[in-house]
């Protein structure tokens, strides 16, 4: 029966909802990591330090995109990316058969065995995401026997066109039970009772098999697609063969049977109700709005059945860049997504829609992922796929480089090589806000923190945490903010030795005085600020930081994430206790002031000390000038502006975090669970920032490695996806989170063990799941 048996494949996984996740994050031990889909290159060298005595400074980021996890596109930079894989010499059947193959062994990994009696059931539509599915279909065939799957096609035969008609050409000599809707019905033939809704293209269609083998095969009246070379070995046509208005006949005979739409899909119902997997191979990224009446039947058939759902690029009707799916789209149990993932499956509805998605590479060259990467943003007109087709590529954070980002401490180090975190924040009955931030950065490797607070909440403040400091700083009657605070500062800062970095709002409150402290630490409050592009001098150095290394993208600086004293501090205050800028994590309170004072001036910061921005959607949308719900509705678009217009790294919280240089590079972190969203979790990721900051990341640097930590803490903290965790839990797993990344255990390159096989976003890491 079973012809071949997949390479790599061993047992049988578990049929139902996220049975394909397994024991084991990462796969099978052994497994290639940054394997060709998640590792366009070779992982860069890790962070070792560059002058031996100091960590480098993001050397990971210098002069590339950083780190290779897979892409994020859009449907009109896949589709670029198509041609520009033809252009290279991959042909689409190449591309298609790759696809449908590696989705074949995916599929028997997460769903297999089948056979007759537990039969693979694919409902295929009329264009390349239907190709898929019937060269899928094939494969099976092939390990298992033609009666092992069985194909619908919802859609007229004679119609199909290129390699779609290929493969229902190849199809028929595979076999395997199919079903198609075919052309114009016989004369005088029966369409049941309920209105033929239409295929959209416009034909009034009925079903046919497979004609037996032998069996007579005529050209259809009209169906110039199956006409010519496939004429001989395509489907019966349909005008040579009554149209039955009866049930239909049992699924599995192959013998030539013509059904009209409803009996098709009543076939269809039935051979759903028995089948162990459903195969959603109807519509891809071609999708144009919600899916027409047949196409939402169809659909509404397989979600009925509740039988569990493998859907083929994207489940049908999922709008490719935005998410926004209609009540017909499947919940599908397994995605396999081709090439790249899409928009449609991170935001929106998607991820609750596509279940586990896995990105298959299908061959395109190395170099077309770069080529859509940097222009995947450009809109097409009239797009398909909701006809945003503007957002732009991203990649996606994976654990292989995150690690390579990851400071490495010299076996001599000590408190100062690692910095100092300096909390701007806290304000009566937020304290806990700076707590936060401040452990949180202490837990992600600070070498030292301290907490500034009014000196109203000291006490308050340091009761929490023996390790961290407090300073007490100039406060008005009720425990505000005082602008004298900004010179206070900055003399307890003097006397740190060593890289210190600010990360000023967790609870800092939006009175005056902190509204003029802001001012200041941001350098705004001088006339004459000097131009970003303008490098800081030597004598701006700290004693220990490292020398040459670009800052923040701006080019001709010499980037020192160290003190800065902007031109015109004299102004201010005396050169040794005046105003200085220093790298900066701006959070919560931080961010609303600076949208009063306009996200643009922060580009007016001097010397352009590296500045990362940690909004929510709705500090985001107050930074912006937007509405939330259009944050929401464009995060990719929104994380970019915000770091170009602030001319700093920009971290767009929220499911499906998304990472932003000033240089336009885009990162997304698909990691973390909805039981992330609780109080704190803010302040704790700008701590984190701190901390890797502190410890000489550059800013992009920096901020992807938070946020990677951040949720894969959050992960760790949680028995389940999805179970409430809260902030203080996250902050005491950072270091086993850390331990992880460096180890490689949180294993997001191949998945299951296949080849050129890449979790979109690997199984949780929960409290009780093994570690990889
Ligand atoms: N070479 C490869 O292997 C390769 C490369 C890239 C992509 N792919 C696959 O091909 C897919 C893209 O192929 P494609 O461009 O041919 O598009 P598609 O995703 O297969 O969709 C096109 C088909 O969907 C129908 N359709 C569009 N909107 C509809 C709606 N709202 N309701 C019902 N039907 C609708 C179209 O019918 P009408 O024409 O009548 O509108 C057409 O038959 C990808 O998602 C992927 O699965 C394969």
Redesign the pocket.
């Known amino acids: 029966m079973t012809a071949e048996e997949p390479a790599g494949i061993a047992g049988r996984g578990v049929a139902g909802p996220r049975a394909g996740v397994p024991a084991t994050p990462g796969g099978a031990s052994g497994a290639p990591r940054g394997g060709p889909a998640t590792s366009g290159e070779p992982a860069r060298p890790a962070g070792t330090p560059a002058t031996g005595t100091a960590p480098a400074s993001g050397a990971a980021l210098e002069g590339d995109p950083g780190p290779r996890g897979v892409w994020v596109l859009s449907a009109a930079a896949?589709?670029r990316g198509?041609r520009l894989a033809a252009d290279a010499g991959l042909g689409?059947?190449?591309?298609?058969?790759?696809?449908?193959r590696t989705a074949a062994t995916l599929l028997w990994k997460v769903a297999g065995p089948f056979s007759a009696r537990e039969p693979v059931v694919v409902l295929a539509?009329?264009?390349?995401?239907?190709?898929?599915g019937m060269v899928l279909a094939r494969w099976v065939a092939r390990w298992a026997g033609p009666t092992a799957v069985k194909v619908f096609l919802l859609?007229e035969p004679g119609r199909l066109r290129g390699?779609?008609a290929v493969q229902w050409s190849l199809l028929a000599r595979s076999g395997v039970p199919a079903f198609a809707l075919a052309g114009e019905p016989a004369p005088g033939a029966q369409q049941g009772s309920r209105q033929n809704p239409g295929?959209?293209?416009g034909a009034a269609p009925v079903a046919a098999e497979f004609p037996e083998p032998g069996a007579a095969r005529q050209p259809a009246a009209g169906s110039a697609g199956a006409a010519g070379p496939h004429t001989e070995v395509g489907p019966q046509p349909a005008a040579d063969r009554p149209a039955a208005a009866g049930p239909p006949a049992a699924a599995g005979a192959g013998s030539g049977v013509g059904l009209a739409v409803d009996p098709f899909l009543d076939h269809l119902e039935a051979a759903v109700a028995r089948a162990r997997v459903v195969v959603d191979?109807?519509?891809?990224?071609?999708?144009?709005?919600?899916?027409?009446p047949?196409?939402a039947r169809a659909l509404q058939v397989v979600g009925a059945a509740g039988v569990p759902v493998f859907a083929?690029?994207?489940p049908s009707?999922l709008d490719?860049d935005t998410g926004e799916a209609a009540p017909v789209v499947p919940r599908a149990t397994w995605t396999a997504t081709?090439?790249a993932a899409k928009w449609g499956l991170v935001l929106g509805q998607g991820p609750e829609r596509a279940g586990q998605v896995f990105v298959v590479d299908?061959g395109w060259p190395q170099e077309t992922g770069t080529g859509v990467g940097g222009t995947g943003g450009e809109a097409e007109a009239g797009a398909?796929g909701g006809g945003t087709g503007g957002f732009p590529s991203a990649r996606v954070l994976d654990a292989a480089g995150v690690a390579a980002l990851l400071p490495r401490r010299p076996w001599d180090a000590h408190k100062g090589w690692a910095g100092h975190v300096v909390v701007a924040g806290g304000r009566p009955g937020q304290v806990g806000a700076a707590v936060l931030a401040g452990t949180a950065a202490l837990q992600a490797g600070a070498g030292t923190v301290t907490l500034a607070v009014p000196a109203p909440v000291r006490t308050e403040a340091a009761v929490h945490r023996p390790e961290i400091m407090t300073w007490a700083l100039p406060a008005t009657a009720g425990g505000e903010w005082d602008a004298a605070a900004v010179t206070a500062l900055a003399q307890r800062e003097r006397e740190r030795r060593g890289r210190v970095v600010r990360v000023i709002g967790p609870g800092l409150g939006q009175s005056p005085g902190a509204a003029a402290c802001l001012v200041a630490w941001l350098g705004l409050d001088r006339p004459a600020a000097r131009d970003p592009a303008e490098g800081a001098s030597d004598d701006d150095r700290p004693a220990d930081a490292p020398h040459g290394r670009p800052a923040d993208g701006a080019p001709g600086t010499d980037g020192e994430p160290g003190a800065r004293a902007p031109e015109g501090a004299a102004a201010a205050g005396s050169a040794a206790a005046g105003p200085v800028c220093r790298p900066t994590v701006l959070d919560a309170d931080g961010l609303n002031l600076a949208a009063l004072l306009g996200i643009d001036r922060l580009r007016e910061r001097p010397g352009s000390f590296p500045l990362v921005l940690t909004p929510h959607p709705g500090e985001a949308a107050r930074l912006l000038g937007w509405t939330t719900a259009r944050v929401q509705a464009e995060r990719p678009r929104a994380a970019v502006e915000l770091a170009r217009r602030a001319g700093a790294v920009a971290v767009l919280k929220g499911a499906g975090t998304l990472i932003a240089g000033p240089g336009g590079e885009l990162y997304i972190c698909t990691r973390g669970h909805p039981g992330m969203a609780s109080a704190g979790m803010g302040d704790a990721l700008a701590g984190i920032v701190g901390a890797f900051l502190a410890q000489g990341l550059e800013p992009l640097a920096a901020a992807l490695v938070a946020v990677f930590v951040h949720a894969l803490a959050g992960e760790l903290a949680a028995p389940a996806e999805g179970i409430p965790v809260q902030a203080t839990q996250l902050i005491t797993r950072l270091p086993e989170a850390l331990d992880r990344i460096r180890r490689g255990s949180p294993g997001s390159a191949a998945a299951l063990g296949i080849p050129g096989v890449a979790w979109l976003r690997p199984p949780l890491e929960g409290d009780g799941a093994p570690v990889g």
């Open positions: 896949v589709r198509d689409g059947p190449v591309l298609m058969e790759t696809a449908g539509g009329g264009g390349n995401n239907g190709g898929d859609a390699e779609a295929t959209g293209a191979a109807l519509l891809g990224v071609g999708v144009r709005g919600a899916p027409r047949l196409a083929l690029d994207l009707g490719a081709f090439a299908i398909p």
